[in-house]
């Protein structure tokens, strides 16, 4: 079965603490994505990528940055974890077929106090 | 740009009942139209799609029929269950990048 693992399902982190959140998928996909799921605001793209070492931002990408070293993994990096970080992200991996549509993982539910 | 427009909920169905769940969309060209489900806690799971107008998707119940005269894709079952309590995200592929745009979610309450 195909999958998209993300490394934890629930992380608690300290304001100001640089945060790792790591997602690896194991179908050959080339492109990755990160959103962040908050109740009211829907899914918000932060970043994404099409090809390793490739980066291209989302809709909101302050406050975060990304790493796709690997075709399989691409990490997302909370620079300096702030209280209004607390969220779900996703992450989604999809072929390069237009049409496919997205995979994702089961999500990572953090909070920064 | 491209959007996606959903219903807003809650909707809360007794079991049996018949569902739909609209949704409309604005695009150039011919996107993909996708239907993804979120049971609690978890991510979201692809329930159908449709590649070209009057496509049919259905899976597990569900259909969503593509219709480019009306530029919806609504989702529809004939009888809920409790198991059937969600969210559902209805998204459509932009034609040029292949990313997806996704509506803001529709929250299904089934009661016994």
């Known amino acids: 079965d195909v999958k998209v693992t993300q490394s934890s399902r629930y992380l608690v982190k300290r304001t100001g603490e640089k945060v790792f959140l790591e997602c690896v998928q194991d179908?050959?996909?080339?492109?990755m994505f990160w959103y962040r799921q908050d109740p009211g605001l829907g899914l918000r793209l932060i970043y994404f990528?099409?090809?390793?070492?490739?980066?291209e931002k989302g809709d909101i990408p302050e406050g975060y940055s990304v790493s796709r070293e690997k075709k399989e993994r691409f990490s997302l990096i909370l620079e300096s974890a702030s209280t209004n970080q607390t969220s779900m992200y996703l992450c989604?991996?999809?072929?390069?077929?237009?049409?496919?549509?997205?995979?994702f993982g089961s999500g990572t539910r953090l909070t920064v106090v | 740009g491209d959007s996606v427009t959903q219903m807003e909920g809650p909707v809360t169905l007794s079991e049996e009942a018949f569902l739909t769940i609209n949704c409309t969309y604005t695009a150039t060209g011919y996107p993909s139209l996708f239907w993804y489900v979120q049971y609690p806690g978890e991510g979201l799971q692809l329930l159908l799609k449709a590649t070209k107008a009057d496509d049919k998707g259905s899976n597990k119940g569900f259909e969503a029929t593509y219709r480019k005269e009306t530029t919806s894709f609504h989702l529809e079952k004939g009888s809920v269950q409790v198991s059937d309590s969600a969210v559902y995200f209805c998204?459509?592929?932009?034609?040029?990048?292949?990313?997806?745009?996704f509506g803001q979610g529709t929250t299904l309450q089934v009661k016994p």
């Open positions: 998204a459509l592929s932009d034609g040029n990048t292949g990313k997806l745009i």
């Open positions: 179908m050959d996909h080339e492109n």
């Open positions: 990528s099409y090809d390793v070492k490739m980066k």
């Open positions: 989604a991996s999809s072929p390069r077929v237009r049409n496919y549509g997205y995979t």
